[in-house]
């Protein structure tokens, strides 16, 4: 029984005009009524301001005591939300006490209007009420010790009841725990088999646990076969602490949905808590980490708590972090559920986890069907096989008492597949004479055939939202039912095992998983395409109202469901005008999504969401015209070149059409973009006039973003040319453009181009250093433009000779790069390490640097960084008098380097001709020189062309010309004075000084 009134709102009539306590009369009733209905109680009747309610009437739980408890939490809870409403409309506040009794009562028949409940009970719970102060729920003892497991309370006074010559015990409730974690639950019958493979397990967890190592382990098997239901029963084996994550088995791009929810269950944060309190949660959790603000912040915007664009790696280095901070208090299970549906920027999350997490108890425990392994091959993998036929004969009887000819047929057909064991014998028991069908799915259908009408009803809704769906978002798709009646529904379904009670991911909500997806997904096929197109758009109503302002981590989920009701609605043919809505209310969710993917650099997610968007925006050409160029340079940024080049030809043409004149110059200049990167016969001056002539149009129309891009195209045109000064101008210029228009997402780019330039264009060492300086601090956060504009530095600062500091920067942005797990970004780092040890005359430790280099370049297929390498390996074997292993490095920079890639080009050539100098042939070494200098000379990279002429000057010296040795020496000093290379200027000043030291003509 429970009992609420209202203390203080006697006042009300007093203060309010009538129409205003009615309507908050009425707004209260209602919340009551559905937190109470929501835990499945019913409301007897109100009597004045009170409400009176009954759990376990007219059909009996074994929790409905609890159910009560956590129905009055949430009335509170409920409360609360009511009254800021009340006090900024009408300037009141309600106070409730709440009296809760639990006992034998007379139950009426309702259906001939009798009161439900009568009895002792219902005295003695109005008397707790009664005693109740504002705000306080009150319990007897029966009420207490039915609940004591998951509550926690404080004894009070006794109270008085009428008819009672005892005092009655009271107790205040506290709190209530939720619901135990769902990774632990109980499932199912007993557990059968699997001793190998708990084994197997049991020894990959001690030894994470003795080695305080991070491992990656994957159970494989077919859908069933019992991957999921091994590794709860392993969990309860363990001492660890376990979070648990699944991948969503529709709407690519929800790259991060497993790690958002694990980090959401460790730190305790619900759907409908404020951004604030959700972020606060995670940073609380971190408190001790001395990086624990800047990982909070990344796992912050993975999860789209807050906006920002932390890259892809950012976020695999958070996570992992993360990780490390849970298990410092003890050993780590995450349990990766589902992994056949995991993006690829997931996987490759894992991944890095593995490899780069070390020195604490992580096991990252995957579930997958087979099919992972076409991703995955080399993962650690453990495949679990059918149950043996004595083991599925143990599981029947464990579930039900079969004779044994029907026992027999079931152990048959199964196959050793549990899942399918537990489906036959459920099928068995309702109807013996069953005829079994041969396949799971079949079986499935016929099972939900059999169900009553409702219950096949709520379980086709309960299957719109997922696999784990909650109470409200049924009760949602539902309004042809009642409240008490979708409890009873729901609780047939947890009674048949069809489905489980899970943890809600909303307060005050209830939730529930299907016991295996093949359930849920034979319960939807079950729905017709008409009655999908509804749900699927009432669903995304639902949750978009019950996720209020965290709309950001739900863009695709909502996104999906309203797709998939377009998409129901045009298989019918129904294309009409509310088609056309949806289509477009899903375009923007998907759209929106697709915009976060690009800024964190998860191209392959980015470019799948905005394709979807676009196809969707068929109905809308505009509106589609609009996305092209994105999505365009989304398929550009993940190697899909077709893709690219049909969206941003498309764009281009319908730009015309309609006469859009600022997307069409947009969808120009991303087309033109496109083909400087991919197609070689691109002229870039052609390049750089179409962008200049869009820097027109843009400025006319005011549009910094298109400014932007126009900048950048000229920008990286002139990178490709080689002119640094240019190429520093447009690169600010963007930046400056994406600063004014708060677009974050093209900044990391456009940051690392202008490193670039500083480091090898004209500015000089100490300016160029000052610059680069400012880009890390605007990159904050990235990991990537932090390790690759350190290393510039380091490199810039062993141009003035400071090698210390040099090489001590240097091996900073090793480590955080490493940390990172930057994997290319590090194979390229020793191009910077060696040549800062060419200039501090360490010609061993520059030939070790870059032979490292070398092999992981190779390790990971890369050759234009290899190319650049490969030279400076072959300057540094020449400096060594290895004359012929120098030669081969040289031959295998002008195989791999590119016609654009100048530094190769001219550094090979260089290198080259001394080498043949060297040895006497004069002419071929001078000619070789002479068009190394001339490629530079079309920079105006200063160091290239000083080394250009150096090498030049050098060959002339062999030769015998002293004059043109002196020439070309001395424009090469210029050169190196005008950037402030110390060093080389001083080496350049000693050689002019005394030639003989190059050898003798
Ligand atoms: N060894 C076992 N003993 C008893 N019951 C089992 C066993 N293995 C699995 N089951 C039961 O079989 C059903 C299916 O198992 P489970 O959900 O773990 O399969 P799964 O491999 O995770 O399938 P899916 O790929 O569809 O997720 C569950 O109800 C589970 O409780
Ligand atoms: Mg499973």
């Given at each position: 029984?429970?009992?609420?009134?209202?203390?203080?709102?006697?006042?009300?009539?007093?203060?309010?005009?009538?129409?205003?306590?009615?309507?908050?009369?009425?707004?209260?009733?209602?919340?009551?009524?559905?937190?109470?209905?929501?835990?499945?109680?019913?409301?007897?009747?109100?009597?004045?301001?009170?409400?009176?309610?009954?759990?376990?009437?007219?059909?009996?739980?074994?929790?409905?005591?609890?159910?009560?408890?956590?129905?009055?939490?949430?009335?509170?809870?409920?409360?609360?939300?009511?009254?800021?409403?009340?006090?900024?409309?009408?300037?009141?506040?309600?106070?409730?006490?709440?009296?809760?009794?639990?006992?034998?009562?007379?139950?009426?028949?309702?259906?001939?209007?009798?009161?439900?409940?009568?009895?002792?009970?219902?005295?003695?719970?109005?008397?707790?009420?009664?005693?109740?102060?504002?705000?306080?729920?009150?319990?007897?003892?029966?009420?207490?010790?039915?609940?004591?497991?998951?509550?926690?309370?404080?004894?009070?006074?006794?109270?008085?009841?009428?008819?009672?010559?005892?005092?009655?015990?009271?107790?205040?409730?506290?709190?209530?725990?939720?619901?135990?974690?769902?990774?632990?639950?109980?499932?199912?019958?007993?557990?059968?088999?699997?001793?190998?493979?708990?084994?197997?397990?049991?020894?990959?967890?001690?030894?994470?646990?003795?080695?305080?190592?991070?491992?990656?382990?994957?159970?494989?098997?077919?859908?069933?076969?019992?991957?999921?239901?091994?590794?709860?029963?392993?969990?309860?084996?363990?001492?660890?602490?376990?979070?648990?994550?699944?991948?969503?088995?529709?709407?690519?791009?929800?790259?991060?949905?497993?790690?958002?929810?694990?980090?959401?269950?460790?730190?305790?944060?619900?759907?409908?808590?404020?951004?604030?309190?959700?972020?606060?949660?995670?940073?609380?959790?971190?408190?001790?980490?001395?990086?624990?603000?800047?990982?909070?912040?990344?796992?912050?915007?993975?999860?789209?708590?807050?906006?920002?664009?932390?890259?892809?790696?950012?976020?695999?280095?958070?996570?992992?972090?993360?990780?490390?901070?849970?298990?410092?208090?003890?050993?780590?299970?995450?349990?990766?559920?589902?992994?056949?549906?995991?993006?690829?920027?997931?996987?490759?999350?894992?991944?890095?986890?593995?490899?780069?997490?070390?020195?604490?108890?992580?096991?990252?425990?995957?579930?997958?069907?087979?099919?992972?392994?076409?991703?995955?091959?080399?993962?650690?993998?453990?495949?679990?096989?059918?149950?043996?036929?004595?083991?599925?004969?143990?599981?029947?009887?464990?579930?039900?008492?079969?004779?044994?000819?029907?026992?027999?047929?079931?152990?048959?057909?199964?196959?050793?597949?549990?899942?399918?064991?537990?489906?036959?014998?459920?099928?068995?028991?309702?109807?013996?004479?069953?005829?079994?069908?041969?396949?799971?799915?079949?079986?499935?259908?016929?099972?939900?055939?059999?169900?009553?009408?409702?219950?096949?009803?709520?379980?086709?809704?309960?299957?719109?939202?997922?696999?784990?769906?909650?109470?409200?978002?049924?009760?949602?798709?539902?309004?042809?039912?009642?409240?008490?009646?979708?409890?009873?529904?729901?609780?047939?379904?947890?009674?048949?095992?069809?489905?489980?009670?899970?943890?809600?991911?909303?307060?005050?909500?209830?939730?529930?998983?299907?016991?295996?997806?093949?359930?849920?997904?034979?319960?939807?096929?079950?729905?017709?395409?008409?009655?999908?197109?509804?749900?699927?758009?009432?669903?995304?109503?639902?949750?978009?109202?019950?996720?209020?302002?965290?709309?950001?981590?739900?863009?695709?989920?909502?996104?999906?469901?309203?797709?998939?009701?377009?998409?129901?609605?045009?298989?019918?043919?129904?294309?009409?005008?509310?088609?056309?809505?949806?289509?477009?209310?899903?375009?923007?969710?998907?759209?929106?999504?697709?915009?976060?993917?690009?800024?964190?650099?998860?191209?392959?997610?980015?470019?799948?969401?905005?394709?979807?968007?676009?196809?969707?925006?068929?109905?809308?050409?505009?509106?589609?015209?609009?996305?092209?160029?994105?999505?365009?340079?989304?398929?550009?940024?993940?190697?899909?070149?077709?893709?690219?080049?049909?969206?941003?030809?498309?764009?281009?043409?319908?730009?015309?059409?309609?006469?859009?004149?600022?997307?069409?110059?947009?969808?120009?200049?991303?087309?033109?973009?496109?083909?400087?990167?991919?197609?070689?016969?691109?002229?870039?001056?052609?390049?750089?006039?179409?962008?200049?002539?869009?820097?027109?149009?843009?400025?006319?129309?005011?549009?910094?973003?298109?400014?932007?891009?126009?900048?950048?195209?000229?920008?990286?045109?002139?990178?490709?040319?080689?002119?640094?000064?240019?190429?520093?101008?447009?690169?600010?210029?963007?930046?400056?453009?994406?600063?004014?228009?708060?677009?974050?997402?093209?900044?990391?780019?456009?940051?690392?181009?202008?490193?670039?330039?500083?480091?090898?264009?004209?500015?000089p060492v100490?300016?160029?250093?000052?610059?680069?300086?400012?880009?890390?601090?605007?990159?904050?956060?990235?990991?990537?433009?932090?390790?690759?504009?350190?290393?510039?530095?380091?490199?810039?600062?062993a141009m003035r000779g400071r090698f210390?500091?040099?090489?001590?920067?240097?091996?900073?942005?090793?480590?955080?790069?490493?940390?990172?797990?930057?994997?290319?970004?590090?194979?390229?780092?020793?191009?910077?390490?060696?040549?800062?040890?060419l200039l501090a005359g360490?010609?061993?430790?520059?030939?070790?640097?870059?032979?490292?280099?070398?092999?992981?370049?190779?390790?990971?297929?890369?050759?234009?960084?290899?190319?650049?390498?490969?030279?400076?390996?072959?300057?540094?074997?020449?400096l060594?008098?290895?004359?012929?292993?120098?030669?081969?490095?040289?031959?295998?920079?002008?195989?791999?380097?590119?016609?654009?890639?100048?530094?190769?080009?001219?550094?090979?050539?260089g290198?080259?001709?001394r080498?043949?100098?060297?040895?006497?042939?004069?002419?071929?070494?001078?000619?070789?020189?002479?068009?190394?200098a001339?490629?530079?000379?079309?920079?105006?990279?200063l160091v290239w062309r000083g080394e250009a002429l150096l090498d030049l000057a050098q060959v002339l010296w062999?030769?015998?010309?002293a004059a043109a040795f002196s020439a070309s020496a001395e424009e090469a000093l210029r050169f190196f004075d005008a950037k402030g290379h110390v060093v080389l200027r001083d080496l350049t000043r000693a050689v002019i000084a005394k030639p003989v030291a190059l050898g003798?003509?």
């Open positions: 029984m429970l009992f609420c009134d209202v203390s203080g709102s006697t006042g009300l009539g007093e203060r309010l005009d009538a129409e205003s306590v009615r309507e908050i009369m009425l707004g209260y009733f209602g919340e009551m009524r559905r937190a109470i209905e929501r835990h499945g109680g019913t409301v007897e009747k109100f009597i004045g301001d009170a409400v009176m309610a009954v759990f376990g009437v007219p059909v009996a739980h074994e929790d409905d005591a609890v159910r009560a408890v956590r129905a009055a939490l949430d009335m509170g809870d409920r409360l609360v939300e009511l009254n800021a409403q009340f006090d900024e409309r009408f300037g009141v506040r309600l106070a409730v006490g709440i009296g809760l009794f639990s006992g034998e009562v007379v139950a009426g028949d309702a259906s001939r209007g009798e009161a439900l409940v009568t009895g002792d009970a219902v005295n003695i719970a109005a008397r707790l009420e009664q005693a109740a102060s504002p705000g306080e729920i009150l319990l007897g003892e029966p009420t207490y010790r039915l609940v004591r497991h998951v509550a926690e309370v404080e004894r009070v006074e006794s109270i008085d009841a009428k008819g009672k010559s005892e005092p009655v015990p009271a107790y205040r409730l506290l709190s209530v725990a939720s619901g135990r974690s769902e990774s632990v639950r109980p499932a199912g019958g007993q557990m059968v088999g699997r001793t190998k493979e708990f084994g197997a397990l049991r020894a990959v967890f001690s030894d994470v646990v003795t080695h305080r190592g991070c491992r990656l382990c994957v159970v494989l098997g077919e859908a069933g076969i019992g991957k999921s239901r091994l590794a709860a029963e392993f969990q309860k084996t363990i001492a660890a602490t376990v979070v648990y994550g699944r991948c969503l088995p529709y709407g690519e791009g929800i790259t991060y949905s497993p790690l958002a929810q694990i980090v959401k269950q460790a730190a305790g944060i619900r759907d409908e808590d404020s951004v604030e309190a959700a972020r606060s949660g995670i940073s609380a959790l971190l408190a001790s980490d001395p990086q624990g603000s800047r990982i909070a912040l990344v796992l912050a915007q993975a999860l789209g708590l807050m906006a920002g664009a932390a890259s892809s790696e950012d976020i695999a280095w958070a996570a992992r972090k993360f990780l490390e901070a849970l298990a410092r208090d003890g050993p780590v299970v995450v349990c990766l559920d589902d992994l056949q549906w995991a993006e690829t920027g997931f996987l490759d999350l894992i991944e890095s986890t593995a490899a780069l997490s070390s020195g604490l108890p992580i096991l990252l425990l995957g579930l997958a069907r087979p099919e992972l392994l076409l991703q995955r091959p080399r993962w650690e993998a453990l495949r679990l096989e059918p149950l043996a036929a004595g083991e599925a004969a143990q599981l029947v009887v464990e579930l039900a008492d079969l004779d044994d000819g029907t026992r027999s047929r079931v152990i048959a057909k199964a196959g050793g597949n549990p899942f399918f064991v537990e489906e036959l014998v459920a099928a068995v028991v309702e109807e013996p004479e069953l005829e079994l069908p041969a396949t799971l799915d079949a079986l499935l259908s016929a099972r939900l055939d059999r169900l009553r009408p409702i219950e096949r009803l709520l379980i086709e809704r309960a299957a719109v939202e997922g696999e784990v769906f909650h109470r409200g978002a049924v009760e949602a798709l539902s309004d042809d039912v009642s409240g008490p009646s979708i409890t009873a529904a729901l609780d047939a379904l947890a009674a048949a095992e069809l489905v489980r009670p899970a943890q809600s991911s909303f307060a005050g909500d209830v939730s529930f998983r299907f016991r295996n997806i093949l359930i849920r997904d034979a319960a939807y096929r079950g729905i017709a395409k008409k009655v999908r197109a509804q749900l699927h758009e009432r669903f995304a109503n639902w949750l978009l109202e019950a996720v209020g302002e965290r709309v950001a981590e739900h863009e695709e989920v909502l996104g999906y469901h309203l797709e998939q009701s377009y998409r129901s609605l045009t298989a019918l043919g129904n294309a009409d005008a509310h088609a056309l809505l949806v289509a477009g209310r899903a375009a923007g969710w998907l759209a929106s999504a697709g915009r976060r993917a690009f800024g964190r650099g998860d191209m392959a997610a980015a470019a799948g969401l905005l394709r979807r968007a676009a196809s969707l925006l068929q109905v809308d050409p505009p509106r589609r015209l609009e996305l092209l160029p994105e999505l365009g340079k989304a398929c550009r940024f993940a190697g899909d070149r077709t893709g690219a080049e049909a969206a941003l030809r498309e764009a281009v043409d319908q730009a015309a059409t309609l006469g859009d004149r600022r997307l069409m110059t947009l969808s120009r200049v991303e087309h033109t973009f496109m083909r400087l990167y991919t197609d070689p016969g691109v002229e870039t001056e052609d390049a750089i006039r179409v962008a200049e002539e869009a820097l027109g149009i843009f400025a006319e129309l005011d549009d910094e973003r298109g400014l932007a891009q126009a900048w950048a195209l000229i920008g990286h045109a002139n990178w490709l040319l080689c002119r640094g000064a240019r190429m520093e101008e447009a690169f600010t210029r963007a930046l400056e453009c994406t600063q004014r228009a708060g677009d974050p997402r093209e900044q990391g780019w456009v940051l690392r181009m202008l490193a670039l330039v500083y480091y090898h264009g004209p500015t100490e300016r160029a250093i000052e610059r680069c300086e400012d880009i890390v601090r605007l990159g904050q956060g990235h990991g990537a433009i932090e390790v690759s504009t350190r290393a510039k530095i380091a490199g810039l600062e210390d500091i040099a090489r001590e920067l240097y091996l900073q942005c090793r480590k955080v790069g490493e940390e990172f797990g930057l994997g290319p970004v590090l194979a390229a780092l020793p191009n910077y390490s060696g040549p800062i040890e360490d010609l061993d430790a520059a030939e070790r640097e870059l032979r490292t280099g070398f092999e992981a370049l190779q390790a990971l297929g890369e050759t234009s960084t290899l190319s650049t390498n490969a030279a400076l390996l072959a300057r540094t074997l020449e060594q008098g290895r004359l012929d292993e120098a030669e081969r490095f040289t031959i295998l920079s002008e195989q791999k380097a590119s016609a654009d890639d100048v530094a190769s080009q001219i550094t090979w050539r290198v080259r001709a080498i043949l100098a060297r040895r006497g042939r004069l002419e071929e070494a001078q000619r070789l020189a002479r068009d190394g001339g490629i530079a000379a079309r920079t105006d990279f062999l030769s015998g010309d003798t003509p």
